[in-house]
T-cell receptor, first 114, second 117 residues
C-alpha cells in the first residue's frame, strides 16, 4: 500500500519566493496533519484537517502560511513570501479520525530558504 | 493541555546490549494512546510501537518493548539486543482517544540514541 506521499522532497528557494508543498494522504484516511521540524523548536503541529475541514490552525506561525485541502486525497501548504527562518523539514501525516489510530508520516519536504 | 517529556537528550548503548529510553506525560484524559517513533538520519518518521492506555499489558514488537506505568504517567521504551540500525532519534508521542473529532499527536523533544561497536 502506498504511504503518505509528499512533494517536493527537497526545495531550495530564495527569500521572498512562494513555496508550495504538496501531500497525498493514505487512501481512506480522513485526518491530515502538517508538522514542521526544526532544531530549535522540534516537531510542531501547524494545522490539521478532519474530512477536509481545518480543525485547528493555531500552530500556523503567521499569515504567510496557508493550508488547503480541496479534497480527500490532496493537501497543500503554502508559504508566501518565504523567509530564511522558514527553513525546516515539513511533514505531512494522515490517519483515520479516531484517536486510537496510528498517524503515519510522509518522508518530509526539506525546505531551505536562502 | 497534554505534555510529553523526554529527559534524556542523548543515550548510548553497545551493540547487542539493552537500553531504556524514558518518557513521561501529563494528561487529565482517561482515553489515550502512546507511541514511540524512530527518526533515522533520513528523517523519515517510523512507528516503532504503540500502547493503548486501557490495556494493562505492555506492548511488545520484536526487540522493542514498553514499560507503561499509567499511575505514574510513564512510558519507557526498551530496546533489546541493540543493532547499529537502531541508531536514530526516538520520539515519544501522545494522542487523545476518540473525541468526536480528529486528535493530534503531541511529541516529546526526542532522545538521540547512539549504538557503538
Amino acid at each position: 500500500d502506498a504511504g503518505v506521499i509528499q512533494s517536493p522532497r527537497h526545495e531550495v528557494t530564495e527569500m521572498g519566493q512562494e513555496v508550495t508543498l504538496r501531500c497525498k494522504p493514505i487512501s481512506g484516511h480522513n485526518s491530515l496533519f502538517w508538522y514542521r521540524q526544526t532544531m530549535m523548536r522540534g516537531l510542531e503541529l501547524l494545522i490539521y484537517f478532519n474530512n477536509n475541514v481545518p480543525i485547528d490552525d493555531s500552530g500556523m506561525p503567521e499569515d504567510r502560511f496557508s493550508a488547503k485541502m480541496p479534497n480527500a486525497s490532496f493537501s497543500t501548504l503554502k508559504i508566501q513570501p518565504s523567509e530564511p527562518r522558514d527553513s525546516a523539514v515539513y511533514f505531512c501525516a494522515s490517519s483515520l479520525r479516531q484517536g486510537q489510530n496510528t498517524i503515519y508520516f510522509g518522508e518530509g519536504s526539506w525546505l531551505t530558504v536562502v | 493541555a497534554q505534555t510529553v517529556t523526554q529527559s534524556q537528550p542523548e543515550m548510548s548503548v553497545q551493540e547487542a546490549e539493552t537500553v531504556t529510553l524514558s518518557c513521561t506525560y501529563d494528561t487529565s484524559e482517561s482515553d489515550y494512546y502512546l507511541f514511540w517513533y524512530k527518526q533515522p538520519p533520513s528523517r523519515q518518521m517510523i512507528l516503532v510501537i504503540r500502547q493503548e492506555a486501557y490495556k494493562q499489558q505492555n506492548a511488545t514488537e520484536n526487540r522493542f518493548s514498553v514499560n507503561f506505568q499509567k499511575a505514574a504517567k510513564s512510558f519507557s521504551l526498551k530496546i533489546s539486543d541493540s543493532q547499529l540500525g537502531d541508531a536514530a532519534m526516538y520520539f515519544c508521542a501522545y494522542r487523545r482517544g476518540d473525541t468526536g473529532t480528529a486528535s493530534k499527536l503531541t511529541f516529546g523533544t526526542g532522545t538521540r540514541l547512539q549504538v557503538t561497536l
